[in-house]
C-alpha cells in the first residue's frame, strides 16, 4: 500500500534531519515550498511538520518559521559502520546461528556489531535500551523481550526508533509498527497440527510459552488447525510454561499433572524442540516411549531434534534469519520507506517422532 502524501514528506525532512543534512537551529523549508517540492497542499505539509512537531525534533516559531530543535540533536545518525545486536540468549539453542548470520552478513557489508544480551529480562532489556540512547550505531536489530506481555519498554523503543533505524527478529510488536523478520508461526503449528491430524490422531494436546509472542501466535496455528477439523480445542490437554520456569516444568506436582493430562491425548505439539526434547525425557522416566505411546512434534530444527528420538518438526530459518534481518536493516538505513519485514514460509521437518495410527 501507498504510504500517504505527508508521510513522505515526513519520511524525508526526518531522514535530512537523522543524517544531520538540517542541524539544530536549521530552518526547514517554508510550508509553500515544500507543497511545491512534493506537488502537495499546504495542509498536507502541515501534518507531515505535526509529526515532526511530536517527536521533537522541529518546533514553529509564529510569523519566522520551522526551525530544528536543539533536542534532534541526539537523533543525528553518524555513520559508525556499527550495528547494535540485542538478543535475549547467545550461547545456546538457535541464537548462535541467528548471531552468526547476521554478523556474517554485516562484516561483508563492512560493518561490526555491539552484542547484547538481555537473557529474557525486561530490566535489563531497559538497561540495554537506554545505554544504546547514549552509543551511536547506525541501526538495531532487536529479538524483544518477553514479547506477549506488557511492553514495559515501549517509550523506549519509541524513542529509538526515531532515533536510528529499527528492526526485530523472531516476533513482532504489533503496536509499535516496526518491520520484523520471522518464520510464519501461526502457519506452521497449524501445518503440523494438521500433520497430527492426517495420521488420525484427534487427542492433541499442546505446550506453549506464555510470555513471549512466539507461543501466542503458536497457539493461534494449534487452535486453528483444530477448528479447521472440527476438533475442541480443550484447555485440559493445553500446558502453559514461563521462561524462569522452563527447568522445572516437569518437577514435582506440576509434572505429575502435566502427566494426568498427557494420559488423556495421542500426540502433543511443543512450542519448540528445546520443550519437546525436555519432554520426550520426561516421559521415557515413565516408562512412555515416543512415539508408540505418544507422538511428539517441535519447532526450529534444532540440533538437539536428532537427540533421542529423532524429532518431528518445523524449520526455524536460523542463519538465514539473520541474514536477511542484517539485510534488511541497511536497506532501511539507506531508505527509512523501504518495506523491511519478511517473513519466511513454513517447511516441516518429518522424522520418527509420529506414530501414524491409520495403520493401527
Known sequence: MKSAKYIKLYQWLKKQIVDGEMGPGSKVHSELKLAD????????????ISLLENEGLVTRVQG???????????????????????????????????????????????????????YNRRCNEEKILRAIMESQVDGLIIEPTKSNLINTNKELYEQLSCKLPCILVNCY????????????????????????IERGHRRIAGIFKIDDEQGNLRFAGYAQALRENELTVDDELL?????EFFDYIFDGR???????????????????????????????????DVPRDISVVGFDDALLSLIEVPLT?????????????????????DNPSANASFVFPPQLVERQSVRDLRND
Open 37 to 48: 517540492m512534493f506537488q502537495i497542499s499546504r495542509q498536507t505539509v502541515r501534518q507531515g
Open 64 to 118: 519566522s518559521g520551522t526551525y530544528v530543535t536543539e533536542q534532534s540533536g541526539k537523533y543525528i545518525r553518524r555513520n559508525t559502520n556499527v550495528i547494535g545486536v540485542i538478543m535475549t540468549y547467545v550461547d545456546d539453542y538457535i541464537f548462535p546461528s541467528i548471531i552468526s548470520g547476521i554478523n556474517a552478513y554485516l562484516a561483508e557489508a563492512g560493518y561490526t556489531i555491539n552484542l547484547y544480551i538481555t
Open 173 to 196: 510488536y504489533p503496536s509499535l509498527k516496526l518491520p520484523y523478520v520471522m518464520p510464519d508461526n501461526v502457519e506452521s503449528v497449524r501445518l503440523i497440527t494438521n500433520y497430527l
Open 239 to 243: 500446558i502453559w510454561y514461563q521462561t
Open 254 to 288: 506440576w509434572g505429575e499433572n502435566i502427566l494426568t493430562q498427557l494420559k488423556k491425548c495421542t500426540a502433543v505439539v511443543c512450542y519448540n524442540d528445546q520443550i519437546a526434547v525436555k519432554l520426550i525425557s520426561f516421559l521415557r522416566g515413565y516408562g512412555i
Open 313 to 333: 518438526t518445523m524449520a526455524h530459518p536460523k542463519e538465514m534469519a539473520g541474514r536477511v534481518a542484517a539485510q534488511n536493516l541497511l536497506q532501511l538505513i
